[in-house]
T-cell receptor
């Protein structure tokens, strides 16, 4: 079945450091890929997405490129801020099973990111 | 904009008690979902409703039932709570799009503890 694997956390960085959170996936067909972010005490929010190979999603300085050849969707940011501290989830949408229009997301385990000033 | 609203935000139950988690969305979305979030496991789909009048099992449906009351509301019921159901529950909604282009919107979650 479909699955998503993220790098183990937690990750602790200093402000202005470069961030990479690795994400790889296993899927049949051509899934769409997402990064969601969860700030403390809140629900998940979509950070960025990519719907086909070689697409680059970007938002708030974060980027991720859909690499079909390596089945990866790594999240990067050039200079992190304290406000980026959150839990980040990589997810895929099971496009082969868009039965009746439902978009069932498969999530990775999440990576907790802490940025120190 | 309210988006997806869940109630309650916190709940403690004794083993064997029942309860219903409520979810409502005001974005006129056709599809709604219930996920549970457990440490180290990400979110897992419990049940979903692709459109009003339909519900289907997700990855971890055992011990739960759902009702799609109307287009706006999708409730999750625990008939006889067990400690293994201690978790954070998230409701989400989305609109049908081409190959998963639509964004899923999540509620703030319900933290449930079963003792």
């Amino acid at each position: 079945g479909n699955s998503v694997t993220q790098m183990e956390g937690p990750v602790t960085l200093s402000e202005e450091a470069f961030l990479t959170i690795n994400c790889t996936y296993t899927a049949t067909g051509y899934p769409s890929l997402f990064w969601y972010v969860q700030y403390p005490g809140e629900g998940l929010q979509l950070l960025l997405k990519a719907t086909k190979a070689d697409d680059k999603g970007s938002n708030k300085g974060f980027e991720a490129t859909y690499r079909k050849e390596t089945t990866s969707f790594h999240l990067e940011k050039g200079s992190v801020q304290v406000s980026d501290s959150a839990v980040y989830f990589c997810a895929l949408s099971d496009s082969l099973r868009l039965i009746q229009g439902a978009q069932k997301l498969v999530f990775g385990q999440g990576t907790r990111l802490t940025i120190n000033p | 904009n309210a988006g997806v609203t869940q109630t309650p935000k916190f709940q403690v139950l004794k083993t064997g008690q029942s309860m219903t988690l409520q979810c409502a969305q005001d974005m006129n979305h056709n599809s709604m979902y219930w996920y549970r979030q457990d440490p180290g496991m990400g979110l897992r789909l419990i049940y979903y409703s692709a459109s009003e009048g339909t519900t289907d099992k997700g990855e971890v449906p055992n011990g739960y039932n759902v009702s799609r009351l109307n287009k706006r509301e999708f409730s999750l019921r625990l008939e006889s709570a067990a400690p293994s159901q201690t978790s954070v529950y998230f409701c989400a909604s989305s609109e049908f799009g081409d190959r998963g282009n639509t964004e899923a919107f999540f509620g703030q979650g319900t933290r449930l503890t079963v003792v």
